[in-house]
């Protein structure tokens, strides 16, 4: 049974920092495209950052203050988030598809989420 947990969530203050971790079991995932994603209150669920092979991709909005990781040999995978705002709060979730898309519609696998709050 394939499982993604998030973890790392919380509430913080803007130019705050926090660290979310996934871990995913059940299958190795060293193929399959990953990412997170996250839906703020109101909004539809959207793209953050997300790998496919050797290429780590981010949304505009996060460029250059979020850094994805992957640990492929201990299946997991983490976001580090710098510089938070409060327009970053939402629910944040890992994902995994088993080809290389990383479009939030076909995404075959999903956490449950972790919540970040920014406060300004």
């Known amino acids: 049974q394939v499982q993604l947990v998030e973890s790392g969530g919380g509430l913080v203050q803007a130019g705050d920092s926090l660290r979310l971790s996934c871990v995913a079991s059940?299958?190795?995932?060293?193929?399959?495209?990953m990412g997170w994603f996250r839906q703020a209150p109101g909004k539809e669920r959207e793209f953050v950052a997300g790998?496919?092979?050797?290429?780590?991709y981010y949304a505009d909005s996060v460029k250059g203050r979020f850094t994805m990781s992957r640990d492929n040999a201990k299946n997991t995978m983490d976001l580090q988030m710098n510089g938070l705002k409060p327009e970053d709060t939402a629910v944040y979730y890992c994902?995994?598809?088993?080809?290389?898309?990383?479009?939030?519609?076909?995404?075959?696998?999903w956490g449950k989420g972790t919540l970040v709050t920014v406060s300004s």
């Open positions: 790998s496919r092979g050797s290429i780590t």
């Open positions: 994902a995994a598809n088993r080809g290389s898309t990383l479009s939030v519609g076909l995404m075959d696998y």
């Open positions: 059940g299958r190795t995932f060293s193929s399959y495209a």
